[in-house]
């Protein structure tokens, strides 16, 4: 029964794959193809590439990027519970706490390994 | 007094430890070259054997029925219905006890003896050698502190044996005292110029007496088979049980509680006895008679063996290649009289198999006669002596054969004394002669003589000015073992002859005959030796050993006067005492003209030797007198080629049979004809026809066909190892399709 | 709102993994001041740590007698299978610990993060075996995984090493993504996530069938990736390769155990209904592992490969049995074949890695086959045990390997009685055992017979380690059956 309820989906995938398949294929067989050094360098607005495409980024960005979304992802879950406190009691304080004592653990091995210093 | 039994592990205990002592300190013990330490050790240690013999004797004295003093449980194991249990037990009794004072008295004074005699002979080695300086010190101390290790294991070996209470300990002993013995004989085994012959020696006496071993186990076995024990009290109680009673009944019987019955055995029923039949094991049933027969000669073979008799007496001669103390303490005194002591041990068995009983006395009595012979023809001083040792051994035999158990342990005792002094004296004769030697080579009148043997009697003579307590001692050995009276030869001699006389005239007639040999050969030892002029540089030169050597020569030259006293005619103390112990012994009473005709045949000979040796000297160079009988002489001094006839008749065709086998039957015919021919050829027949059209075709196609698969498709399966993440990952979603695409053919549709 | 009660929870219960991660998370501040150079107080403190959830393992065990229950509201099931599982992990985690000791400071890479994450990984483990429902499943592996992700990368700065954590991490997030993708399948068809339920629905009948078998599927894939069962292996040999020997040893017994019992738990308890179904694909697979791990084995120079090759064979010979427990009357033999058979190749392939680790060089270097020859000669014991692993891992006797292959063979051929594809399993997994002694004999080989100077660096730590594992493999090999009982009394239940 819940297959048949798929079907529809299904067939539209498949008719999006084929065009998608026709459209790529179309041009590759039938466009015209002449490759020049110019015409397979790396388009920079006109001008001469000044380098490398990828460039280095100091990986602390990351860091504090990550660091960020942990205490979000802390705030996201003790929102909730605020709103629900008195209805989870003891239960919820004592699950709520494991939960910040295992974060603050991570914050204190964050802080001793320097992950907190800029420089 | 009983407490005094206790003290008997001590025996071993003290020897034993001085094993201990010079493994682990008996360099230590000798600190420069000339110190005596590991020999003082073990003659104290061998002393201390000796005093607690004595205790033992002083201690019998009130329980002559003997005692049995338990040490340690040795095994206890259940065979079959049987339980062998062989208790280490000492057994103290008036036989034992006599063989302790022989082996631990005598024992104590060679070790004595030794402690002069081996730092003589290492030097002798030493300088054969060429060492000096540390080399020489520490060869010496080596072998000094190895040969008294030797000697204190053996002595602890041949007590193990004297005081075993069952044939399982004794049988320990019995090997112990034989590896010492193969250890003693190839002491020199390195020596430069006889060492091959010394180790050869050693090999001999370990390889033949094996033989004799093999009768003594299978006798042992049988015993247990038997009687259900190993244990002397048990086997005997059992064994006269069973003349009246069924095995069954005996088997629980032990000694105490035995019954009386062989008068009966003897006198009564006279063919009921050796009938009761007798199961062995699951082997079957035989007679009492029978096994027990069998028995006694597997142990008469074990004697001939350790003893020295025909046929397996050839050992011993060779065995002179040891040190004089060995030869004199193991291969005259103590070890070589085992089988006597065995058979002893034994009566009860011999007493029920007259006709082991009578080849026990032939054996005996024949080896007394060839060995006798033998040594009239030997020119080395030791050699005659081992071959007069056999003789005298023959003699024991023979006794004990003829049941004069008495007879036999007297002469055995005297024996002990006598020939261990002739012995020693014979070491410092050669002590002497090896120091003349030296001295003439030194002052270089003529000792130069590479042919010289400090041992061969042709090179000495008159030695009588020389070395004059030597001469005299000698004088009286030789005079005891010729058996003249009073010396301790002729009362222990005479009553062997005396049984033989009312036992059995053949026995008698060999042994007379052998005790004029035994006068003869001993004249012209001494006659050569010690009288006339001297007949090399060497024997002019030899001088008197250190007292340290010729005082234990002195008490034994006295312990040979005396010896006679322990079993006087009319007195019997001897037989007295053995009796307890002995259940068959029993003694003659002294006759006169068996003694006369004995003492007459010992002094014609004597004086047959002087007419030959003494009245004109051997000179130098001159042959020997006897060599005018020719072919005779030839045949004796070749000892009667028994060697060569051993040689002929079993190592000749062992060796041939084992190139045969090896040769002939493995190689050419199992190997060339079987495997090659039959059995390759026609494998390779057929291998031919397999292996062509069937097996390159088919078989081998396929496997090698696999192994190429395999390994091609390895090859090429790595290959998709590419090391790209992002084809790795379309393998895993080209796996979710295949997965997907299975379930979906196979069960969704 | 129904909240959960103490009883409910069931602490006790879970009290091994609850010491496990507690401690371990104690030991996380306490290794902040550790001085550097001293970290093997936290490894010694970890191995405490262990020994103390082994106790509490054992206290459970004798406690429970056999009978299963839930912890977390039927999050966890606590039952023979799970405790027994644990028992291989804490022994896993232990012996992973032993040979990391000297490695580290050896290879200059000692830092108290390894033991830590080594302890986290094993509770991801511990918590795999009992999960009861999917959600607790897909976190249990990403408990599990993540950690292993890092440690494969612990080496940096050794390039191999960061690239086989990457390409970990990469697959296993594509994995990953399978597996939770097949949870959802299988969600949307039944309408729980429980085992309990999965299984009532899917006993109940077709509506909800087809999704589920689809999202069984794709379950199998995710796991199939943790197990490295062909065609999801591809990362195995890379990563063994690149990661740290310690943590490739770690990975190649513990990761796998927890993968098979998570799939063990997943399609024997709640998806008995499609038996039929999953028993072939898992056959197939079992198949296609044990082939394409052992002939590819044959062509590796390099001694990590070959075991991880190896391992990916082992891998399908735990399928089989896997697929031999699809009927619910063949699954108790079934699955004790293939807890004990974890177990024996626990003990044998940390052997195995334990003695690559001494012959190893600081540099990384030292792992090629021709790295072993003169091992005989100038190690004799440790060839020795070498040998003893080798043979264990081919499944020849006197060892564990032998035994743990005999009850898997038993098992599927118990199981094969019309049911064909178990029958070619298992044929297939006799063939291909005979060839798999190729190359590990070659290793046996090289080791006696070709001359050789290997430089083998032997601590106490690693010795111990050795002489447990060596141990064990002969103790399995020689006297299995009490601990085959063991593994026949851990029954996998369905409680709820």
């Known amino acids: 029964m819940l297959v048949q309820q798929y079907l529809p989906i299904a067939i539209l995938v498949l008719f999006a794959i084929i065009m998608a398949l026709i459209v790529v294929f179309t041009s590759v067989i039938f466009g015209p193809h002449r490759p020049t050094k110019k015409k397979l360098a790396p388009y920079e607005s006109g001008m001469t590439p000044i380098g490398p495409a990828v460039r280095r980024l100091p990986v602390r960005f990351y860091l504090v990027a990550v660091l960020f979304i942990l205490f979000d992802v802390e705030i996201i879950f003790l929102l909730p519970y605020a709103v629900v406190i008195r209805q989870l009691g003891l239960y919820g304080l004592i699950a709520t706490g494991v939960f910040v004592v295992i974060l603050t653990v991570g914050l204190l091995y964050e802080w001793k390994k320097g992950g907190l210093d800029w420089e | 007094m009983d407490s005094l039994f206790a003290l008997i592990p001590l025996i071993i205990v003290f020897p034993f430890s001085g094993v201990v002592i010079g493994v682990f300190f008996g360099r230590r013990l000798m600190p420069h070259k000339d110190s005596i330490g590991p020999g003082l050790v073990a003659s104290i240690l061998a002393g201390a054997s000796f005093v607690i013999a004595v205790l033992m004797f002083i201690a019998l004295q009130g329980h002559p029925e003997g005692v049995e003093v338990p040490l340690a449980t040795w095994m206890n194991i259940t065979a079959g219905d049987r339980v062998l249990d062989i208790p280490w037990t000492f057994k103290i009794d008036t036989l034992s006890s006599v063989m302790m004072l ?120 049988l015993i247990f088979w038997t009687f259900g024990t190993v244990q002397f009290d048990d086997v005997f109680a059992r064994a006269e049980c069973m003349q009246a009673e069924s095995q069954e009944a005996c088997l629980t019987v032990s000694a105490g509680e035995a019954v009386h019955e062989e008068a009966e055995g003897e006198h009564g029923e006279a063919a009921r006895p050796y009938l009761t039949p007798v199961a062995l094991g699951k082997i079957g049933t035989v007679t009492l008679g029978v096994v027990v027969t069998i028995i006694t000669l597997c142990l008469l073979l074990g004697a001939t063996g350790k003893s020295a008799q025909i046929p397996l007496f050839v050992w011993l001669p060779d065995a002179m290649a040891g040190p004089t103390p ?147 001692v000698y004088i009286i050995g030789s005079l005891a073992l010729a058996g003249i009276p009073p010396l301790a030869g002729f009362w222990s001699k005479d009553e062997i002859l005396l049984d033989a006389s009312l036992n059995n005239q053949l026995v008698y007639v060999l042994l007379s005959i052998s005790a004029f040999f035994t006068a003869f050969y001993m004249g012209r030892q001494v006659f050569m030796v010690f009288f006339g002029r001297a007949r090399t540089e060497a024997a002019d030169h030899a001088v008197e050993s250190k007292p340290m050597m010729t005082t234990p020569l002195i008490i034994l030259a006295a312990l040979s006067v005396l010896g006679g006293l322990l079993n006087l005619p009319g007195l019997h103390s001897l037989a007295h005492w053995l009796e307890h112990s002995v259940a068959h012994a029993h003694t003659a009473e002294f006759n006169i003209s068996i003694a006369a005709i004995s003492t007459l045949l010992g002094l014609i000979a004597i004086g047959l030797s002087w007419l030959l040796y003494g009245r004109k000297p051997v000179e130098a160079g001159q042959a020997d007198p006897l060599r005018s009988t020719g072919p005779v002489f030839t045949f004796l001094n070749r000892k009667w080629y028994w060697d060569e006839l051993y040689d002929t008749v079993f190592i000749k065709p062992y060796v041939w049979l084992g190139e045969f086998l090896a040769v002939t039957i493995d190689w050419k015919f199992w190997h060339d004809f079987v495997h090659d021919r039959i059995i390759g050829d026609a494998f390779r027949g057929w291998g031919a026809i397999l292996s062509q059209p069937i097996d390159q075709g088919v078989v081998d196609g396929a496997v090698n066909g696999i192994a190429q698969l395999v390994d091609g498709s390895s090859q090429e399966l790595r290959k998709t190892q590419t090391g790209y993440v992002r084809n790795y990952a379309l393998a895993v979603a080209l796996g979710v399709v295949l997965v997907l695409g299975f379930l979906a053919f196979r069960f969704l549709m | ?327 619910p009357e063949d699954a108790p033999l079934a699955v004790s074949a293939a807890i004990f058979y974890l177990l024996t190749y626990a003990f044998t392939n940390l052997g195995a890695f334990g003695v690559v680790l001494a012959v190893e060089r600081e540099d990384g270097s030292g792992n090629l086959l021709e790295d072993f020859a003169g091992l005989g000669r100038s190690k004799p014991v440790l060839a020795a045990i070498m040998t003893l692993f080798m043979l264990s891992l081919t499944g020849m006797p006197v060892s564990a390997g032998l035994v743990g292959k005999f009850f898997v063979f038993q098992a599927a051929i118990n199981a094969s009685v019309g049911n064909p594809w178990i029958l070619a399993a298992a044929i297939v997994g006799i063939v291909t055992s005979v060839i798999s002694a190729f190359y590990y004999i070659r290793i046996i080989l090289i080791m006696y017979m070709q001359e050789g100077e290997p430089q083998v660096v032997l601590k106490p730590a690693l010795t111990v380690a050795l002489a447990l594992t060596a141990l064990a493999t002969l103790i399995l090999g020689i006297i299995p059956a009490p601990v085959f009982q063991l593994a026949k009394d851990a029954l996998l239940t369905l409680v709820g």
């Open chain 2, 326 to 472: 060995v030869s004199a303490l193991i291969h005259a005194a103590t070890m070589v009289t085992a089988g006597i002591y065995m058979i002893t041990r034994s009566n009860v068995l011999y007493a029920m198999a007259p006709i082991s009983g009578t080849a026990v006395a032939i054996v005996g009595a024949a080896t007394a006669l060839v060995a006798g012979t033998i040594a009239v023809a030997q020119f080395d001083i030791k050699r005659v002596l081992a071959y007069s040792t056999i003789s005298q051994l023959g003699f024991m035999i023979a006794a004990v054969g003829l049941g004069g158990y008495v007879a036999g342990i007297f002469h055995l005792a005297t024996h002990a004394f006598f020939k261990a002094l002739l012995f020693l004296s014979a070491g410092s004769v050669i002590h002497g002669m090896e120091h003349g030697h030296h001295h003439a080579a030194h002052h270089g009148h003529g000792g130069d003589d590479p042919d010289f043997d400090p041992q061969d009697m042709r090179y000495m003579g008159g030695l009588k000015d020389k070395m004059p307590i030597t001469t005299w």
């Open chain 3, 1 to 327: 709102m129904n909240l959960p009660t103490l009883e409910s929870i069931n602490l006790l219960a879970v009290l091994p993994v609850l010491i496990v991660f507690g401690w371990t998370l104690v030991l996380l501040v306490i290794d902040l001041f550790i001085p550097s150079g001293r970290k093997y107080w936290t490894a010694w403190l970890g191995i405490l740590g262990l020994l103390g959830a082994a106790v509490a393992l054992a206290v459970r065990f004798i406690d429970a007698r056999g009978a299963a229950v839930t912890a977390f509201d039927g999050m966890l099931t606590v039952d023979g299978f799970s405790l027994f599982l644990q028992a291989i992990f804490i022994l896993t985690a232990v012996i992973g610990i032993l040979l990391a000791l000297d490695f580290l400071p050896r290879h200059k890479i000692e830092r108290g993060e390894y033991y830590i994450l080594l302890l986290f990984t094993t509770g991801g483990m511990m918590i795999m075996s009992m999960a009861a429902d999917l959600i607790v499943v897909f976190l249990a592996l990403e408990l599990l995984s993540i950690p292993l992700y890092i440690l494969t990368g612990f080496a940096r700065p050794r390039a191999d090493s960061e690239e086989a954590a990457m390409k970990y991490f990469l697959l296993g997030a594509f994995a990953s993504g399978f597996l939770v993708f097949g949870i959802a399948l299988t969600y949307g068809g039944t309408g729980t996530t429980s085992l309990v339920g999965v299984f009532n629905q899917l006993a109940e009948g077709e509506p909800s069938r087809d999704l589920a078998l689809v999202g069984m599927a794709l379950i199998l894939v995710g796991f199939g990736f943790k197990v490295a069962a062909v065609p999801f292996h591809m990362w195995t040999p890379d990563v063994y390769q690149g990661a740290p020997t310690p943590v490739t040893a770690f990975m190649s017994v513990g990761a796998k155990a927890g993968g098979f019992a998570a799939l063990m738990r997943i399609l024997i308890v709640a998806m008995p209904a499609v038996g039929e179904a999953w028993g072939m694909l898992v056959a197939i697979l079992a198949m296609l592992t044990m082939i394409l791990g052992n002939v590819v084995a044959i062509a590796q120079r390099n001694i990590k490969r070959m075991l991880a090759y190896s391992s990916i064979a082992h891998a399908g010979y735990i399928l089989v049995a896997v697929s031999a427990a699809q009927r």
């Open chain 2, 102 to 221: 022989v082996v631990a008295g005598v024992g104590t004074l060679i070790h004595i003896y030794a402690i002069g005699y081996m730092q003589g002979d290492i030097d002798e080695q030493i300088a054969k050698r060429g060492f000096e300086g540390d080399e020489a010190f520490d060869f010496k101390r080596r072998r000094y502190s190895k040969f008294f290790t030797f000697f204190n294991l053996f002595l602890g070996s041949m007590l193990v044996l004297v005081t075993a209470n069952n044939y399982l300990m004794m049988f320990v002993g019995w090997e112990l005292v034989g590896l010492c013995s193969y250890l003693l004989i190839g002491f020199w085994f390195d020596d430069p110029v006889k060492g091959v012959y010394n180790s050869e020696s050693g090999k001999k006496a370990f390889i033949v007496n094996r033989i004799g071993d093999f009768g003594m186990l299978i006798a042992i076995m």
